[in-house]
């Protein structure tokens, strides 16, 4: 099964978490229906990317300062040719952006956003807006773990739900609840 087969598997049998997140799962399908390209940043109208919202064992969640974008979101990012499957570019993009090994990844998403982003194609210069549709996962982190800023972040920080960093990415707030609520 390639990485496009596993995305529209995992999308067409999920249950949405929101309203929101289920007009994002629709929108993404259709998305899809270009095939494979759509997994890439070479599909300049938008393309599938995975993020993963990493908690603790307190229920703090573990958001990255985008370096370039200059806002408190989860980690994730563009898949990539040797993923196997959304979950595993989700908990790849998580390990690589946290410094933190030995992340729980749940292989059922919490979230589905699509949002504007002004992304380059792979080893391109930002060619305009483009989209990203993002397949959002949970991971819990195992005790003791430490984080270590990666390129991509200004900082790293823990938070709990009632005291998030200003300025918070959009979207980030709408998988708070479907994270909170699933069984760690």
């Known amino acids: 099964m390639s990485l496009f087969d596993d995305a529209v598997g995992v999308l ?5 978490t929101s309203e929101a997140a289920g007009l994002a799962r629709k929108r993404t399908l259709e998305l899809l ?4 390209v759509a997994m890439t940043r070479a599909h300049r109208a938008g393309h599938v990317t995975a993020s993963t919202l990493i908690m603790d064992e307190s229920r703090r969640v573990l958001l ?4 370039r974008l200059g806002m408190w979101m989860q980690v994730g990012g563009h898949c990539e040719p040797g993923d196997a499957t959304l979950a595993a570019a989700a908990l790849r993009e998580a390990t690589e952006e946290s410094g933190i090994e ?3 990844l749940d292989p059922v998403p919490i979230d589905v956003d699509v949002h504007a982003v002004r992304c380059a194609p792979a080893g391109g210069e930002p060619a305009g807006p483009s989209w990203h549709y993002d397949v ?12 270590q800023i990666s390129e991509e972040s200004a900082d790293l920080g823990w938070f709990s739900a009632d005291n998030l960093p200003t300025p918070l990415a959009s979207g980030v707030e709408q998988q708070l609840a479907p994270a909170f609520a699933r069984p760690r």
């Open 12 to 16: 067409s049998g999920w249950s949405a």
């Open 136 to 147: 959002r996962f949970l991971a819990v982190a195992p005790a003791g773990a430490t984080e």
């Open 102 to 104: 030995g992340l729980r």
């Open 33 to 36: 229906g270009a095939g494979p």
């Open 64 to 67: 990255c300062l985008h370096g």
